[in-house]
């Protein structure tokens, strides 16, 4: 399968998805997702866990500058231009990247999504706008989605800081095909920021063994360099 439509594939994601947890208090007020390109790092490529790391059933495309561009909009959850309440939720823009690699199992439409970007931001900066985020509401060309995210205990791994979180994205017409759930990791290594991802559909259980793998092989060749 071509890296177009893997990457077309993954793009659904950002009309509905964005990230933020827990209640902010006060009026929420409306912010835009960041409209300016991120330069690419040809580094960051370098250092995407290869296809074997991931699990067989998983259909493996390394995306081109674009369609990573793109695809980092998805997973951050915000895509350039879409409206968002609270405005305090927008992440921010890292400093070059992405690099991104997609594997999908066709059987039952799931996503393993391993994103690197460098920023010059802490991690603990992202746990801590989690942890003051409250539900966020995202409108994109006429769609509009409600995200709850909460985070997990941190995985131990030989990073200089992890993240764990556990997000919903359920569409306004409450359809359960449209209803994703993600299970995210993430590490931070110096300033290079990996974020590995399973998404999948409606009530499927998340692949808790697959993602835990991948990230730890992700993490340890970044940490190798």
Do not use: W
């Not at 999504?113 to 539900?135: A, F």
């Not at 060309?141 to 993240?163: I, K, N, Q, W």
């Amino acid at each position: 399968m071509t890296a177009s439509v893997r990457a077309g594939g993954v793009a659904v994601l950002g009309l509905l998805v964005v990230a933020c947890g827990t209640t902010v208090s006060g009026q929420p007020i409306a912010a835009k997702g960041p409209a300016t390109a991120v330069r690419a790092d040809s580094d960051l490529t370098r250092l995407l866990p290869e296809a074997s790391k991931f699990p067989g059933r998983y259909e493996v495309v390394e995306l081109p500058p674009g369609a990573a561009d793109q695809a980092a909009h998805d997973l951050d959850g915000i895509l350039p231009g879409a409206n968002v309440e609270p405005g305090a939720c927008v992440p921010p823009v890292p400093a070059a990247g992405p690099a991104v690699a997609v594997g999908t199992d066709d059987a039952t439409r799931a996503t393993l999504t391993v994103e690197l970007i460098r920023i010059d931001q802490p991690l603990s900066k992202l746990r801590d706008q989690l942890q003051r985020c409250g539900t966020v509401t995202v409108g994109y060309a006429g769609t509009t989605a409600t995200v709850t995210t909460e985070l997990d205990p941190p995985p131990p791994l030989d990073a200089d800081d992890t993240l764990a979180l556990r997000r919903t994205v359920r569409s306004e017409n409450g359809s359960s095909g449209l209803t994703r759930s993600m299970q995210t990791l993430l590490g931070q290594v110096g300033q290079v920021r990996i974020n590995v991802t399973h998404m999948s559909y409606g009530e499927a259980e998340p692949d808790a063994e697959a993602l835990d793998s991948l990230f730890t092989a992700a993490v340890s060749k970044v940490r190798k360099g």
